[in-house]
């Protein structure tokens, strides 16, 4: 099974507006982290935001807001305010058993294209 | 800045030959990864390693070798090239501290297999 899904190969928003971007994950763990990376099309991976599995707040960096609902298991981005440098594909990653000390890589989803539509 | 550096930005091999991926990091961090990105398959792990000389199987190792001998450097060894290898290459290094401590990638390797 999919450990992390994201289920919009692309999505279009208009420059100024809100746009989320959406991502489930799987894992039996009690203690996991949920990273959302920004790549454009250099290529470069640009870490955005982090949310802990025991935060209690949703993650916030600046534009981009998390909108983390454990029980549903999903870990949702938003951007706000949208702007024509936010075109990239967007991924979603997990790492699991940070408890445990034992796994610190990060499984990524397939990624979503946001274009924004000036 | 932690800066990942990767040796190649773009490289052509013909099937069967020996490839090197070299990747260098400056942050003196114990973690280092090797991903390949596929359209539609997201990031991938090959292999990574926590420390010096030490090494772990990713999701998908077959195929392919690494090589730490220094702290900073992490080598991904193709030992015969084949086409379906022809992907992209993503290095990445993560200090051991911080449960929210991201992986900082390189730029890419764009290796093509022919």
């Known amino acids: 099974a999919q450990k992390i899904t994201q289920t919009q190969p692309g999505m279009f928003v208009q420059e100024k507006e809100a746009v989320t971007l959406d991502c489930t994950y799987d894992?039996?763990?009690?203690?996991?982290?949920l990273f959302w990376y920004k790549q454009p099309s250099s290529g470069e991976m640009i870490f955005l935001i982090y949310?802990?599995?025991?935060?209690?707040q949703n993650a916030t960096e600046g534009r981009y807001s998390l909108n983390f609902q454990k029980a549903r298991k999903s870990a949702n981005l938003v951007i706000s305010a949208s702007q024509l440098g936010d075109s990239a594909m967007y991924f979603c990653?997990?790492?699991?058993?940070?408890?445990?000390?034992?796994?610190?890589?990060?499984?990524f989803g397939s990624g979503t294209q946001l274009t924004v539509l000036p | 800045d932690v800066k990942v550096t990767q040796s190649s930005r773009y490289l052509v091999k013909r099937t069967g030959e020996k490839v090197f991926l070299e990747c260098v990091q400056d942050?003196?961090?114990?973690?280092m990864f090797w991903y390949r990105q596929d359209p539609g398959l997201g990031l991938r792990l090959i292999y990574f390693?926590?420390?010096?000389?030490?090494?772990e199987k990713g999701d998908i190792p077959e195929g392919y070798s690494v090589s730490r001998e220094k702290k900073e450097r992490f080598s991904l060894i193709l030992e015969s090239a084949s086409t379906n290898q022809t992907s992209m290459y993503l290095c990445?290094?993560?200090?051991?501290?911080?449960?929210?401590?991201?992986?900082?990638f390189g730029n890419g390797t764009r290796l093509t297999v022919t």
């Open positions: 990445a290094s993560r200090s051991w501290t911080g449960n929210n401590s991201p992986l900082h």
């Open positions: 894992t039996s763990d009690q203690s996991y982290g």
């Open positions: 949310q802990g599995s025991y935060d209690e």
């Open positions: 990653a997990m790492r699991e058993g940070i408890s445990s000390g034992s796994a610190r890589q990060l499984t």
């Open positions: 942050m003196d961090h114990e973690n």
């Open positions: 390693s926590y420390d010096v000389k030490m090494k």
